[in-house]
């Protein structure tokens, strides 16, 4: 018996495919270009937008005759042993095989933005936390981690990492991205994509594109960017994560810019991702995207007519369950209102990528390979390191920290004794356990209060929680008064609640009005500065609060963004001195609670000035964090200022040039720290307004105490490029700065440069990364 070419693993995908498809129904095509979402809730509380509304029943036996695309969230919709979770998964994979006339099984898809959001599986830091850590490397290691995971159990694509970038602080998701500047987030999103890849994983680039832009930070909201903002800010990391990542899927946006949903915008999903980029992978829906263009964008009539303003501009899969792409899609192709070459073409990716991942072969098998172990101590280990690495000192003007290990130490707060104050919304305790409040979280979780008494054993700590995190109730005050009143030093622990849509203070639809810290905890940390004891404010949040109201009384500042299930020992850590503090803000902590949106890259007319009585100057800048040790940068070289900033030697490149910066950083202190060394750009004169400063290079190096490293940044103008007036990527001649230094808004060292020929046009080829060379000395 001869096997059918599509079933032949000889034979390249595509003839593969090709072949699949001439055999195949308009049906059976279109049954590929779905999910189907089992068990989701309809109850009004769920977990995506409009679950309830969007959500209809469905026949299994009946929906699986044709195939399906999709299955969706077997682990992340209740919780459930993993083991008893992978099995069910293979069995559901053989039923599905069993019933189309191919024998084709599902993709399985998982969120794991913070981890593969399964009950007992590792629940790390959160990307905000990624972001301030300026440990790419560390973040693929991650990656890899929660790829073998979802591999070991069956699944096949995973929902992350979000690559928009910051906007405005208040909106609700600010925890799930990685921070307010395109190259941090292109850099560090990029490296746990190639994580996640690396395990065979296919790793889904989302919100694309704008979704952080959302007017007035409400969540769904109109994106009112320019071209040039969504060109040189919203677009270069989802560019970096396909053309250095190689994530194999791209989730298109809620939103709508300039009036056009990107679901239904074909210049975006197609023009630039396909043909300008050359992607070739899946665009699958956001959960309901497709639907909504009916229901909420109101661009179609009905359920067909929205199927087909998705396909044409180029999304692939429904996701996370038939609505649209399924009956209403083929009757629409019967009518003749959608063209069938569509469907052809959404079928051919999604058949593709099957095949990739082995699912078209005849030896394709589902059962997992043996017992899961998804909060594993290696596991636990990365998590460890990556909460370590990423909590920022903020400021410690008089040395309080670290703490004597013998002190009376009072802990008050509202997120001192809670394990929950250390995880994310789509971590899965916080994602769907607040549904099922019988079930315990499955994975160990110290809070910040077990941690520093284990960390401070000869210490006397009590503890007095104060306040909730959003109520309005003072009735705790007077004790946790009485409790700082006793002891030498409190530490406060204050923050957020993760949750969805209103259940918490950060999170997905979870949008704020501004950025006072929730509920009566101002007041409550009022209470205990005036209490005269030394204040040690430790924040755990998904964003960042305006702290400017007690500038210069609190006797330290720590801020930690969702850490993670080792959250807890990483945050007493640095309160104790065991852990150097090392993370830098991946977002700026603003002065006072308005003025929003600001983000650190505007334009000279973004900044404070005469022209308004209203400052935006941040309290600690984009890229702050202090450590216990102390760092000289020596023997700079490349260019630099001459005394009292006068103008010094220039150096000229050409526009395709390339011009070196190295210098010597030295840990001067008595103890192991890391030191992260920031180059920013500085353009003086440009054809359109640029960013005073913006990242365009760094470099976190780990010292011994006096241990030094020499540090190469290689610059090339690519990096200085910009969309000019008509829309093209250019670098201009003329001169610009190369600053080196702490953070955003402190410079160390500079460079000039003259730029010199023609105007040049970039392409597809262009430069994204600065390179980096570190030597020992």
Not at 15 to 26: G, I, K
Not at 522 to 541: K, Q, S, Y
Request: overall charge negative.
């Amino acid at each position: 018996m001869s096997t059918a070419p599509w079933r032949d693993p000889a034979l390249p995908a595509a003839v593969r495919v090709d072949d699949l498809l001439s055999r195949m129904t308009l049906e059976e095509k279109t049954a590929q270009l779905y999910g189907v979402w089992v068990g989701a809730a309809t109850d009004g509380d769920g977990v995506a937008p409009l679950q309830h509304e969007m959500t209809v029943d469905l026949d299994w036996d009946e929906l699986i005759a044709q195939g399906l695309g999709q299955l969706t969230r077997s682990f992340g919709t209740a919780p459930v042993d993993p083991d008893t979770a992978a099995r069910a998964l293979a069995r559901a994979q053989r039923q599905i095989a069993a019933a189309n006339r191919f024998g084709i099984p599902a993709v399985a898809h998982e969120e794991c933005l913070a981890g593969f959001t399964a009950w007992r599986a590792t629940a790390y830091p959160v990307p905000l936390a990624w972001g301030a850590s300026f440990d790419p490397e560390l973040v693929a290691e991650m990656g890899r981690r929660i790829g073998d995971d979802l591999r070991a159990a069956g699944v096949h694509q995973g929902l992350a990492p979000v690559l928009d970038v910051v906007r405005d602080p208040r909106w609700g998701r600010v925890e799930e991205t990685i921070g307010e500047d395109p190259y941090l987030v292109g850099t560090v999103g990029t490296a746990y994509v190639r994580g996640l890849e690396s395990a065979g994983v296919v790793a889904t680039l989302k919100h694309f594109a704008g979704y952080a832009a959302s007017a007035g930070a409400r969540n769904l909201a109109p994106v009112r960017a320019g071209v040039r903002e969504l060109a040189d800010v919203t677009l270069p990391p989802f560019e970096m994560a396909l053309r250095e990542g190689g994530a194999r899927s791209v989730m298109a946006a809620y939103t709508e810019t300039d009036g056009v949903p990107a679901s239904a915008d074909p210049g975006l999903l197609t023009g630039l991702l396909r043909e300008e980029w050359g992607f070739t992978g899946t665009v699958v829906a956001d959960y309901f995207g497709i639907g909504f263009l009916q229901t909420l964008h109101r661009v179609a009539g009905d359920e067909a007519e929205a199927a087909g303003l998705a396909l044409e501009a180029g999304i692939d899969v429904e996701l996370p369950t038939l609505r649209c792409y399924g009956p209403p899609l083929v009757a629409a192709v019967r009518q003749g209102r959608v063209p069938e070459a569509l469907v052809d073409r959404a079928a051919r990716r999604v058949l593709l990528q099957k095949c990739e991942l082995g699912l078209l072969d005849e030896d394709w098998r589902p059962e997992p390979d043996g017992p899961l172990d998804l909060d594993s101590a290696g596991n636990r280990a990365v998590a460890r390191r990556l909460a370590e690495e990423s909590v920022v000192l903020l400021d410690n003007p008089d040395g309080l920290l670290p703490l004597a290990p013998d002190a009376r130490i009072a802990v008050v707060g509202p997120r001192a004794a809670d394990a929950l104050a250390m995880l994310g919304c789509y971590s899965f305790p916080s994602h769907v356990l607040p549904h099922h409040p019988e079930v315990p979280l499955g994975i160990e979780i110290p809070t910040v209060l077990d941690s520093l008494r284990a960390e401070l054993a000869d210490a006397k700590v009590t503890f007095a929680e104060g306040c909730g995190v959003s109520d309005p109730d003072t009735g705790g005050f007077e004790e946790a008064v009485a409790r700082a009143a006793e002891a030498d030093v409190c530490v406060a622990v204050l923050g957020d609640r993760a949750g969805l849509f209103g259940r918490g203070t950060s999170g997905e639809g979870c949008d704020v009005a501004d950025l006072n810290l929730p509920g009566v905890q101002a007041e409550l940390l009022d209470a205990l500065v005036a209490t005269g004891v030394p204040v040690v404010l430790v924040l755990l949040t998904g964003r960042p609060y305006a702290l400017g109201r007690w500038q210069g009384r609190l006797g330290a500042v720590v801020q930690a963004f969702f850490p993670g299930e080792e959250g807890g020992p990483a945050v007493a850590g640095v309160l104790s001195g065991r852990v150097n503090p090392s993370g830098r803000l991946p977002v700026s902590v603003p002065h006072g609670p308005g003025g929003q949106p600001w983000t650190y890259l505007q334009p000279p007319l973004g900044l404070a000035g005469e022209v308004s009585s209203l400052d935006p100057t941040p309290l600690y800048p984009f890229g702050h964090g202090r450590s216990y040790t102390t760092f000289t940068w020596e023997d700079f070289t490349g260019g630099e200022l001459g005394d009292l900033g006068e103008a010094g030697e220039v150096a000229e490149i050409g526009t395709d040039g390339s011009h070196d910066l190295s210098l010597t950083v030295r840990n001067t202190g008595d103890r192991a720290g890391a030191e992260v060394v920031q180059l920013y750009l500085h353009d003086p004169v440009a054809s359109v307004t640029r960013p005073d400063v913006r990242l365009i290079g760094y470099q976190r190096l780990e010292l011994a105490a006096g241990e030094s490293r020499r540090l190469t940044f290689r610059f090339h103008p690519d990096l200085s490029s910009f969309t000019d007036r008509t829309g093209t990527r250019i670098v201009e001649p003329g001169e610009l700065e190369l600053r080196l230094g702490p953070s955003s808004a402190e410079t160390r060292h500079t460079a000039r440069l003259r730029l010199t020929g023609s105007r040049r046009v970039l392409g597809t080829d262009r430069g994204l990364r600065c390179e980096v060379v570190a030597d020992g000395v």
